[in-house]
C-alpha cells in the first residue's frame, strides 16, 4: 500500500477504511465496548482530523502519520476555539465552545498532559451549567474526577514510584505523598454520586482513591463502601515482589507484547518487548545471569522494528535460533507484520517481504504457530480485523504461502486471539479463533490440509465479545480444555464481582474437554465473573502439577482502573483467586504476559507487559518473582528431528510414583503473551517421576524414559535413547541492587 492508495481515518478504535456498513457495525460495538466505562482517552477526539495518508509498509510513515494527526487536532481545535472566543460576547457560540474546550481536554488526556486536561475539562463543565446541559454537566463531573485520579497516578505511581507503587489494596508504603488528585478526585465522585447513587463505576473509583490516601475503608461513605473483605485473598501462593526495577526490565511503553525465551543459546532467558506506540521500537533484554538485564536493542539490529501491538516468537526455519513475529495494527488500521529471523549471532534481519509474509497489510494483533498439516515446518495462523483472517503454510524453504481460502480458514471477523491444541486428540492441531463482536470460530483440522468450523456444534462460540484464548488441560486427564476471556468493558459489573453480586453482561467462559465434547463448566470453577482481560498467560506457580494462570486487564480510558488476576488452580477442581495476598493486583493496564523460571531456581516468575492505547497511559513493566515452595518440578527442553525442531505441539505424560498423571503440550502459552518452550513442570511434594512419556506429533512417535530425579533440567531430542541434563545457572532475583549468583 503506498502512501497515494489510502486515506484513512483513526477513529476511537476500529480505525480505517471502512465503508458505511461496516462504520455502523463498529460504532455498535463501540457502544457495547464502552458499557459502564467513562470515555476519558483522547482517542475519539482524533476522528475528525485523522485522514492523512500513509504507507502501510513503512513503519516511519505510519509513526510520522500518528504525529501528525495528534498535531493538526491540537491546532485545529486551538485555532477554532480562539476564533469562537474572539466573537463579541452576545454573538458567542458557547454550545461550540464548550464541546471544543472538552475536546482539548480529551486530547490533553491522550498525550498525558493532565493538568492541562482538567483546565479544559473544568471550562467545559462551567458552560455546561451555564446552558443548563444536565447530561453534559453529569459527564463532565466523572471525566473531571478520573483526570484528577490520573493525575495523583501520574504524581505518585510515576513521579514518585517504588515496587509497590498501584498494586491494589494499596499497601502503605504506596499511599500517594501528593494527596492533591486523588483528594480532588474524591470531592467529584461524590458528587456524581449524590446525583446517581447506584452508578457502580463511580462507587469503584471512589473505594479505589480513598486507599490511595490511606483512608479505606474507615472515611468512605458506608453506602458506598465496598467491603474490605473484597480485597483479601482466602488462599495464598506467597507474595510476589515487583524486582522490574532492579533488574532493568521497568520499560516504560503503552499497550504491548511480551516474549520470554532464549535467544542467544546461552541457557539464560532473554525479554523482548513490544509497544503499540508506532513511534516505539521492540526493546530486547538480554540477561547477565546475575539478575540483572542488559539492553540489547540497538546491537540486535531492532531498534528500527516501530510499533507492535503483539508479538510471538517460534523458530520457523528449524535452525534452532528463536525468532520473532511482529503484529500491528490492532484496534486501529492495517499495517505491516514483521518476521524477524535470528541469525544466532546476537542479531536479527527483517525478512518479512522475502518471506511472502508482508502483503497484503492487516490490522491484526493475534497470531498463533502450529505445524497443522504435519510436515515439520511451522505454520502460522493470523487473526484480522474485517479482513479474511491468513494461514500461511511454510514451505521449508524460508517462505510461506496463504492457504487460508482452501484450508477454510479465511472468515472475515474482528478477531482478537487465536490458539491452536489437538483438542479431540486425533493427532492434528486444531485451531479456536476468538471474535470481538460475533461468534467465535473452532476449526476442526480434518487431516486433509482443510477445517470445518465446528463452534456452535459444539456449544464453544461464546462470548459474543471475547479478546484472549488459550487451550490448557487444567485437569490433568489428557485432555485440552479451552479458556475464552470475554470483554464488554463494564465497570459495574467488576464492582459487582466485588461486592459479591453476579454480572449482568458477558462473562469469562471455561469450557471442560469432555474426551472430544466440551462442557461449560464456568460457574464450577469460580470463574463466573467479568475481568475485563487484555493479556494472560498461564504455569504452575506453586510446582503442585496444576497450571494457574494471570490475567491482565483494563481498557482505553483511563477510567478502566481494576486489577489484573492471578488464579490458584486447586487440583483441577477450580480456581481461587490470589491476587491479593500474592500482592499482583496492578492496576495500571496489563498486556502480554509470560511465565517463566527466569532465575532458574525452580519455579516460574511472572512477567507483566503494563501501558494502555494512548501515549499519557504508558507505565512501566512488571517482573513480579515468586517467593518459591517446597514442592518439586523438572524443566524440560525438547528439539525435533521431523517434528519441527521447537517441538510446539508434542505431548508428555507424567506418571508420579504414587501413580497420579501430569499432563503438558509445549506450546508458549496463550493469544497475548509469549513464555518459553522450555516446559517448566511441577511435581508436588513427592516429586517422584517414575515414567516420563513424550510424543512427537510428526513422526508420531513416543519415547519413555524411567525413574527421573526431580529438581533438574532435561534436554530430549526427538528418537533419541536417552535424555541429557541440561546445565542450569541459578541465581536469585531480589528487590533491590544486583542479585548474587550461586
Given amino acids: 500500500m503506498t502512501a497515494a492508495s489510502r486515506a484513512c481515518v483513526l477513529t476511537i ?22 458499557e459502564g466505562i467513562t470515555d476519558i482517552s483522547g482517542l475519539s477526539a482524533l476522528t475528525a482530523f485523522s485522514k492523512v495518508p500513509y504507507d502501510a509498509q513503512d513503519l516511519q510513515s505510519i509513526c510520522s502519520m500518528k504525529q501528525t494527526v495528534v498535531a493538526d487536532a491540537l491546532q485545529a481545535s486551538t485555532d477554532y476555539l480562539a476564533h469562537l472566543k474572539s466573537a463579541p460576547e452576545t454573538q458567542r457560540d458557547y454550545t461550540e465552545i464548550m464541546k471544543l474546550h472538552h475536546q482539548l481536554g480529551q486530547l490533553a488526556m491522550y498525550r498525558g498532559d493532565v493538568r492541562e486536561a482538567i483546565v479544559n475539562f473544568e471550562a467545559a463543565y462551567a458552560l455546561a ?22 493525575r495523583g497516578e501520574v504524581e505518585n505511581c510515576m513521579q514518585h514510584r517504588n515496587a509497590t507503587s498501584c498494586i491494589l489494596p494499596i499497601s502503605a508504603e504506596a499511599r500517594h505523598r501528593l494527596p492533591d488528585g486523588s483528594r480532588a478526585a474524591i470531592g467529584l465522585f461524590r458528587q456524581a454520586l449524590r446525583e446517581d447513587p447506584a452508578n457502580l463505576p463511580m462507587r469503584w473509583l471512589l473505594n479505589i482513591a480513598y486507599m490511595t490516601l490511606g483512608e479505606y475503608p474507615r472515611q468512605v461513605p458506608a453506602e458506598y463502601l465496598i467491603p474490605p473483605a473484597a480485597f483479601t485473598s482466602k488462599v495464598s501462593v506467597g507474595r510476589f515482589p515487583d524486582v522490574a526495577a532492579a533488574a532493568g526490565l ?32 521492540l526493546q530486547y533484554r538480554r540477561s547477565n545471569g546475575d539478575g540483572t538485564y542488559a539492553d540489547r536493542t540497538k546491537a540486535a539490529g531492532l ?14 526455519n528449524n535452525d534452532g535460533w528463536p525468532d520473532i513475529f511482529v503484529l500491528r495494527g490492532g484496534w486501529e488500521f492495517p499495517m505491516r507484520k514483521s518476521l524477524l ?76 486471539g487465536a490458539a491452536w491444541a489437538d483438542y479431540d486428540n486425533d493427532g492434528y492441531p486444531d485451531l479456536y479463533v476468538s471474535n470481538f463482536g460475533e461468534a467465535n470460530f473452532l476449526y476442526h483440522n480434518n487431516g486433509d490440509g482443510t477445517f470445518s468450523e465446528v463452534a456452535g456444534s459444539l456449544g464453544v462460540d461464546k462470548p459474543l465479545y471475547s479478546f484472549p484464548v488459550w487451550f490448557m488441560d487444567y485437569d490433568n486427564d489428557g ?17 459487582r464481582g466485588y461486592l459479591g453480586e453476579e454480572p449482568k453482561g ?14 461449560d463448566v464456568t460457574k464450577q470453577v469460580g470463574m463466573f465473573r467479568n475481568a475485563l482481560t487484555m493479556g494472560c498467560n498461564f504455569g504452575d506457580l506453586d510446582n503442585d502439577g496444576y497450571l494457574d494462570f494471570y ?52 519455579d516460574e516468575d511472572i512477567f507483566l507487559h503494563s501501558g494502555g492505547a494512548v501515549p499519557g497511559d504508558a507505565y512501566p513493566n512488571s517482573l513480579f518473582a515468586n517467593p518459591g515452595n517446597a514442592n518439586r518440578w523438572i524443566e524440560i527442553r525438547l528439539t525435533g528431528v521431523k517434528t519441527n525442531r521447537a517441538a510446539i505441539g508434542a505431548r508428555f505424560k507424567v506418571t508420579l510414583t504414587d501413580g497420579r498423571e501430569i499432563h503438558r503440550v509445549v506450546t508458549t502459552g496463550t493469544s497475548f503473551g509469549t513464555s518459553s518452550l522450555r516446559q517448566h513442570i511441577g511435581l508436588g511434594k513427592d516429586g517422584g517421576i517414575r515414567t516420563l512419556e513424550i510424543y512427537w506429533p510428526t513422526s508420531r512417535t513416543t519415547q519413555v524414559f524411567q525413574n527421573l530425579q526431580p529438581n533438574q533440567a532435561i534436554a530430549a531430542t526427538e528418537f533419541a535413547k536417552t535424555y541429557r541434563v541440561a546445565p542450569r545457572r541459578r541465581f536469585e532475583l531480589q528487590a533491590t541492587g544486583k542479585s548474587k549468583v550461586q
Fill in 13 to 34: 478504535s476500529f480505525a480505517l477504511c471502512a465503508g458505511p456498513a461496516e462504520e455502523d457495525q463498529r460504532a455498535a460495538a463501540v457502544r457495547r465496548w464502552t
Fill in 129 to 150: 451549567v451555564k446552558l443548563k446541559l444536565p447530561d453534559f454537566e453529569r459527564s463532565l463531573v466523572e471525566k473531571l474526577a478520573i483526570a484528577q485520579l490520573r
Fill in 250 to 281: 521497568d520499560t516504560n511503553n503503552m499497550a504491548g507484547g511480551t516474549i520470554v525465551e532464549d535467544f542467544d543459546g546461552d541457557g539464560l532467558l532473554d525479554i523482548v518487548t513490544s509497544t503499540q506506540d508506532s513511534c516505539g521500537s
Fill in 303 to 316: 531498534a528500527n522494528q516501530l510499533g507492535g501491538l503483539n508479538l510471538v516468537s517460534t523458530d520457523y
Fill in 341 to 416: 529471523r535470528n541469525d544466532g549471532n546476537g542479531t536479527f534481519t527483517d525478512v518479512t517481504r522475502e518471506a511472502g509474509l508482508a502483503v497484503p497489510a492487516t490490522a491484526s494483533q493475534t497470531a498463533a504457530w502450529a505445524d497443522f498439516d504435519l510436515d515439520g515446518n511451522l505454520d502460522i495462523f493470523v487473526g484480522n480485523e474485517f479482513s479474511p483472517s491468513q494461514l500461511f503454510r511454510n514451505k521449508g524453504d524460508g517462505t510461506f504461502e496463504d492457504v487460508a481460502a482452501k484450508a477454510g480458514v479465511a472468515r472475515t471477523a474482528f478477531t482478537k
Fill in 479 to 495: 485432555w485440552q480444555d479451552l479458556f475464552v476471556s470475554g470483554y464488554v468493558q463494564s465497570l459495574a459489573d467488576v464492582a
Fill in 506 to 519: 458477558e462473562t469469562f467462559k471455561v469450557y471442560r474437554n469432555d474426551k472430544g465434547k466440551f462442557i
Fill in 551 to 602: 490475567l491482565g486487564t483494563g481498557g482505553p480510558s483511563y477510567g478502566a482502573l481494576v486489577p489484573n488476576l492471578l488464579f490458584r488452580n486447586d487440583n483441577g477442581r477450580g480456581f481461587a483467586d490470589v491476587t491479593f495476598s500474592a500482592g499482583v493486583g496492578h492496576l495500571q493496564k496489563g498486556h502480554g504476559i509470560a511465565f517463566a523460571d527466569l532465575d532458574n531456581d525452580g
